[in-house]
């Protein structure tokens, strides 16, 4: 069973920087798609960031956080971060982490989810 387990939410002031971290156990992080999603009350979750699996991999950014948040993979700790810097009001969102393979057999797990909060 894979357990996502996310860190460093908490609230900062507009413009400023926050970086959260995914420790993934029971699966590892370099042989699957994993991502960075938020979800704020009343919408459905959308998708922040994504790695591709393999090495290297590709990432893939939502419009709204391009050229501010940076995903991260380390194989060596199994671990996903997002460094998100410029921070916005309209950032504040619960962000969960998502691992899946789109292979067979398909799967994905996500993590409990970490509240992030920008205050304007």
């Known amino acids: 069973q894979v357990q996502l387990v996310e860190s460093g939410g908490g609230l900062v002031q507009a413009g400023g920087s926050l970086r959260l971290s995914c420790a993934a156990s029971?699966?590892?992080?370099?042989?699957?798609?994993v991502g960075w999603y938020r979800q704020v009350p009343g919408k459905q979750r959308e998708l922040v960031a994504d790695?591709?699996?393999?090495?290297?991999?590709?990432?893939n950014y939502a419009d709204s956080v391009k050229g501010r948040f940076t995903i991260s993979r380390d194989n060596a700790k199994n671990t996903v971060d997002l460094q998100m810097n410029s921070l916005k009001a309209e950032d504040t969102a619960v962000y969960y982490c998502?691992?899946?393979?789109?292979?067979?057999?398909?799967?994905?797990?996500w993590g409990q989810g970490t509240q992030v909060t920008v205050s304007s």
């Open positions: 790695i591709t699996r393999g090495r290297g991999g590709r990432r």
């Open positions: 998502n691992l899946k393979n789109i292979g067979y057999p398909s799967y994905e797990f």
């Open positions: 029971g699966g590892i992080v370099g042989i699957h798609d």
